[in-house]
């Protein structure tokens, strides 16, 4: 396999993740966001992530990357939904208290836009089963961060505009397929947002 064919794939992968960063993200839910590819012309900062993709004796490079973009190794996707959540978390204003499960922390933060809740995986399960009756279900969006766990934020209202500049890029190597993907964030304004951290 060539460059130009790595680069090929390396498009279509980017092309999935800027999709994702504008539909699945804490920022697109609660305000506008742009996303740029990068086509290798600036330096980004941010969040960079590099892995090596081996290749079996007697595969090919197109089987090595779709097997390895299935395993957990490459959920690239994923790892950087993340980070961008964690960057969305690293900006928000204090939480204006501090609340329980079982109090009404939801009703004081619906004014009929989306929530976005920030957490571990097992806290968000955790708010998903205790809001199921809740009349703002469907507008609750669970965006998971890395953390302590035990508490999750929950906020609305509008995020400031943001633009990220993000990249797949994919080059062959003595040790095979080098994979390495780029994120970067700028905001616009601190937008107007409401929080409330629950401790569960």
């Known amino acids: 396999m060539n460059q130009a064919e790595l680069a090929e794939i390396a498009l279509v992968w980017s092309d999935d993740l800027a999709c994702a960063l504008r539909e699945r993200t804490a920022w697109a839910h609660l305000g506008k966001v742009d996303v740029a590819l990068n086509r290798g012309t600036s330096?980004?900062?941010?969040?960079?992530?590099?892995?090596?993709?081996?290749?079996?004796?007697?595969?090919?490079?197109?089987?090595?990357?779709?097997a390895w973009r299935h395993s957990p190794d490459g959920r690239v996707v994923d790892r950087v939904l993340?980070?961008?959540n964690m960057m969305f978390a690293a900006r928000l204003p204090p939480a204006s208290r501090v609340a329980t499960l079982s109090e009404a922390w939801l009703?004081?933060?619906?004014a009929g836009g989306p929530i976005v809740l920030l957490g571990t995986g097992s806290?968000?399960?955790?708010?998903a089963r205790a809001t199921l009756s809740s009349p703002a279900?469907?507008?609750?969006?669970?965006c998971a961060t890395e953390g302590r766990g035990g508490s999750v934020s929950a906020i609305s209202g509008e995020a400031g505009a943001?633009?990220?500049?993000?990249?797949?890029?994919a080059s062959p190597g003595p040790?095979?397929?080098?994979v390495v993907t780029v994120l970067d964030v700028k905001t616009k304004g601190s937008g107007k947002l409401k929080r409330i951290d629950v401790r569960l």
Not at 162 to 169: D, G, L
Not at 175 to 178: F, M, R, S, Y
């Open 162 to 169: 943001c633009n990220m500049v993000a990249m797949v890029s």
């Open 82 to 84: 993340l980070q961008a």
């Open 43 to 66: 330096t980004l900062g941010g969040f960079i992530d590099r892995r090596v993709v081996k290749v079996a004796p007697g595969k090919s490079p197109v089987d090595a990357l779709e």
């Open 175 to 178: 040790d095979g397929i080098h």
């Open 107 to 110: 009703g004081e933060l619906d």
């Open 123 to 127: 806290d968000l399960v955790t708010i």
């Open 137 to 142: 279900r469907p507008r609750l969006h669970a």
